[in-house]
Structures are given as structure tokens and as C-alpha cells.
Nanobody, 115 residues
Framework: QVQLVESGGGLVQAGGSQRLACAASGNIFSVYTMGWYRRAPGKQRELVATVTAGDSTNYVDSVKGRFTISRDNAKNTVYLEMNSLKPEDTAVYYC?????????WGQGTQVTVSS
């Protein structure tokens, strides 16, 4: 069982930056593919970014060049650095840990970007 706790959400102005963090319990964090998802009001949850155990990253097109996902296996933590934020980035952001077909989710953290 893995528990995920997100932090770093809040209100930010358009064009600003914010960093989310997700701390994971357990001692096998390094084998998981970690990801960030988001759910905007009235929309379905979408994948934002992932980082594999081998540090390969993947991003949804809408955040490429603005967001950076990274992981620190020594701290069992995954980060999402968000720059040049836009109002359309407003959403609840969820941390995800994936190992084969097993997924774990955090409780979510609200990010609100004001115009």
C-alpha cells in the first residue's frame, strides 16, 4: 500500500509559477511510475505529466515547455514545477503512483490561476 500526500497548491496569478510536491509512503518508491493528473471544473480528469523509474518524462501537449516533472527517490517525493501558468490550468491536481496495473492516488490539491 502506498499513501500519497500532495502539497503546494493555492492561488496564483496568470504568468506566475507554482511547485507541487507529492510525498509517498513506503520504501519502494523508486520502482513506481509517478504522475500528475488534473481535473478542471466540468471536465474529465486528464494526465498532465509522468516520470518513470528510469526518469523518462512525458507531458500533455498543453503544458509542454511550461511544466516540469521530477522525482527525488531519496525523499520519496515527486514534484511538478509549473511556470507561465494560465487560467486554464486551474484544476485539482492529483498525484498518482503506478506499478504495472496498480494505481495509487493522492487526495488532490487545488491550483487556481487568476487572470
Amino acid at each position: 500500500q502506498v499513501q500519497l500526500v500532495e502539497s503546494g497548491g493555492g492561488l496564483v496569478q496568470a504568468g506566475g509559477s507554482q511547485r507541487l510536491a507529492c510525498a509517498a509512503s513506503g520504501n519502494i518508491f523508486s520502482v513506481y511510475t509517478m504522475g500528475w493528473y488534473r481535473r478542471a471544473p466540468g471536465k474529465q480528469r486528464e494526465l498532465v505529466a509522468t516520470v518513470t523509474a528510469g526518469d523518462s518524462t512525458n507531458y500533455v501537449d498543453s503544458v509542454k515547455g511550461r511544466f516540469t516533472i521530477s522525482r527525488d527517490n531519496a525523499k520519496n517525493t515527486v514534484y511538478l514545477e509549473m511556470n507561465s501558468l494560465k487560467p486554464e490550468d486551474t484544476a485539482v491536481y492529483y498525484c498518482n503512483a503506478k506499478y504495472y496495473n496498480t494505481h495509487y492516488w493522492g487526495q488532490g490539491t487545488q491550483v487556481t490561476v487568476s487572470s
